[in-house]
């Protein structure tokens, strides 16, 4: 079995409405009944399924990190591993699931950037099928996390691209700022954190106005965020600069 070698939480950062919990405290919450037609799947199980195939792939984690929301309702998670095509980040795998009919089982291929932890997701696979035995749920995590090994390749192309798009001036900047904010991707109320953030980063790395810089900049002011607003956050945040590899919206 994999030795996690550490448990951070500096990447999946909690507010208000949400806890920080190690591996052992998600397997401590209980799963609702089953109906009919609905059976949730444990929380635990989705994590002891996706670092089961993590390890059939002899992918080393790096780090796990677990948050809570909603009183355990709803479950995410990060997956830090150390393979990459770039010695700027590690990958990293989202996870969420919920017990409240809110959304399925989900995967998300992303990068956490080495100097900052910052993170950022592209591609995502839901895992559809709620009646599901614990075997049936690693196979159809399996046949996700091959999906994802494609999504990595495809984000670790873009964030490339994204380091050699400059914006044209401070008002270009602005104006992507608050068209972020319009997206959802962060909060009215951090449009000036962002723009200060990018035109004074906390690292070196971040200083040229490019696209790679302002998508940190971001990223480093939403790590206030709840779990639950973060996941909405790299949700929008992907399709805001292109990271699934499809037209950037906050270029159209």
């Not at 002891?48 to 995410?76: C, D, P």
């Not at 399996?142 to 400059?166: M, Q, R």
């Not at 602005?174 to 959802?184: P, W």
């Amino acid at each position: 079995m994999f030795a996690r070698k550490e448990f951070a939480m500096n990447n999946l950062c909690m507010g208000g409405g949400g806890q920080f919990v190690s591996r052992d405290e998600v397997a401590l919450i209980q799963t609702p009944q089953s109906t009919a037609s609905w059976k949730p799947v444990p929380h635990i199980d989705v994590i002891n399924s996706v670092t089961k195939v993590i390890e059939a792939h002899k992918w080393q984690i790096t780090k796990e990190q677990y948050g809570l929301a909603r009183e355990g309702q709803k479950m995410f998670g990060v997956i830090e591993l150390n393979n990459s095509r770039s010695p700027d980040h590690k990958r990293a795998i989202g996870i969420r699931n919920s017990h409240d009919k809110s959304f399925s089982v989900g995967l998300s291929a992303g990068i956490c950037v080495c100097v900052c932890s910052n993170l950022a997701f592209g591609g995502s696979t839901v895992i559809k099928k709620r009646h599901t035995s614990g075997l049936e749920l690693t196979e159809l995590i399996d046949v996700a996390i091959e999906s994802i090994e494609n999504e990595f390749l495809i984000t670790e192309t873009v964030v490339e691209d994204l380091k050699i798009l400059y914006l044209k001036n401070d008002d270009d900047a602005r104006c992507r700022i608050v068209r972020a904010a319009e997206m959802g991707v962060i909060n009215s109320s951090d449009i000036v954190p962002v723009f200060k953030e990018f035109k004074n980063p906390q690292h070196e790395e971040f200083l040229e106005p490019t696209r790679y810089s302002l998508m940190n900049a971001i990223t480093e002011t939403v790590k206030k965020y709840t779990p639950q607003r973060l996941d909405q956050t790299y949700l929008s945040l992907n399709r805001a600069f292109g990271l699934d590899g499809n037209r950037p919206e906050l270029w159209k």
